[in-house]
């Protein structure tokens, strides 16, 4: 009962990277499932945004990789499956080579302390599936005939070669990614003469926070929009000066849209511009608009924060007989009396 309990725990918490498998995650994971998108991705975080990766050569891979157990009667009874949330395999062309990749990204909206762990079974997992396919093949082909006895045993010949896998950690996160970045940053403190004997596997992370404006401008899609609006989302006034400066929010579509919604609690609607398009630039208008009046408002209160208190210097009336003198209506009042109140609280 206990190695059954402890085999469907392990199986949970490496499906679902000990996340919720919520709003968050399905649309981050349509979003960068799309083609455009994903070789938009790796253009810059591979190439520093020069168009190596077309949409036309990804390909789309079954997303989970299988843990087959070993140890007997003693060991565990059954596959473990783990999940991936997008991969696909590419052909990246340069200048002077054509490589074969398979891409993966995994989407974060919350820190995963323990991504190194996560993304390294994921990257072994496949590389083991690379050398179980190599095997087979040999098998069904009848090529072992040729091949030494250290090939026979092995499955894999000698010239077999396995393709790279590059899993890149998408954090759609409105703060920094404090989590560890390595293996090696998980460790307790040790010697490092053995840390030397092992191996590290580091995480790649891309975290729109982190991102320069200069860096943001290297993409082709509307990954620009989404990280910028990411970025700048807990920066009020920088996001509205974004929002009215770069005309390209005007192109964001359903499946942005959702993502800015669900990973910073915008509170963006699309609607119908009449000929059949979905139209997000009245929201994006209305966002602004909404900052201006906002901004219209404050300004106001404040000058009459100033007459209500030069009044009460003056004269040493009471606040509220000095607001009333001023002819201040009701729904001021309590705007008034609460900026009065914070500025005596900070005055000596």
């Not at 069904?140 to 000698?158: I, V």
């Not at 082709?220 to 390209?248: A, H, M, N, P």
């Not at 009046?293 to 509220?320: F, H, P, S, Y």
């Amino acid at each position: 009962l206990v190695k059954r309990q402890l085999l469907c725990y392990d199986t949970y918490i490496y499906k679902h990277g000990g996340r919720s498998l919520g709003l968050q995650d399905t649309v981050t994971a349509k979003y960068v499932g799309r083609n455009d998108i994903f070789a938009d991705v790796f253009n810059y975080y591979i190439y520093g945004g020069e168009q190596v990766i077309t949409p036309d050569t990804l390909e789309e891979l079954d997303t989970r990789e299988v843990d087959v157990p070993y140890g007997g009667v003693s060991g565990a009874g059954q596959p473990v499956q783990r999940t991936r949330d997008v991969i696909r395999s590419v052909i990246a062309k340069t200048d002077k080579n054509t490589a074969y990749l398979l891409l993966a990204i995994e989407n974060q909206t919350r820190v995963h302390y323990a991504m190194p762990v996560r993304n390294m079974v994921y990257d072994a997992l496949q590389y083991a599936k690379q050398v179980t396919k190599a095997a087979l093949s040999h098998r069904l082909s009848g090529d072992y005939k040729e091949a030494g006895g250290d090939e026979y045993l092995s499955g894999f010949m000698k010239s077999d070669r396995l393709l790279p896998v590059v899993t890149l950690v998408i954090y759609f996160g409105c703060g920094e990614w404090d989590g560890p970045l390595s293996i090696h940053e998980m460790f307790a403190k040790q010697d490092k003469r053995v840390l030397a004997l092992v191996p590290d596997y580091k995480i790649n992370l891309l975290a729109p926070i982190s991102m320069t404006d200069e860096e943001l401008g290297k993409y082709r899609t509307t990954l620009k929009e989404v990280f910028s609006f990411i970025k700048y989302s807990k920066e009020k006034d920088k996001l509205k000066r974004l929002l009215s400066e770069d005309k390209g929010f005007c192109r964001l579509g359903r499946d942005e849209v959702d993502v800015l919604n669900a990973c910073t609690g915008a509170k963006l609607t699309l609607a119908e511009n009449g000929k059949g398009v979905i139209d997000v630039c009245t929201a994006i208008q209305e966002m602004v608009e909404e900052g201006r009046v906002e901004g219209r408002v404050e300004g106001r209160i404040e000058a009459l924060v100033g007459a209500v208190k030069n009044l009460m210097d003056k004269t040493g009336w009471t606040q509220e007989q000095s607001m009333d003198a001023l002819g201040i209506q009701e729904e001021d009042k309590e705007k008034i009396s609460a900026v009065l109140k914070k500025k005596e609280i900070v005055q000596p």
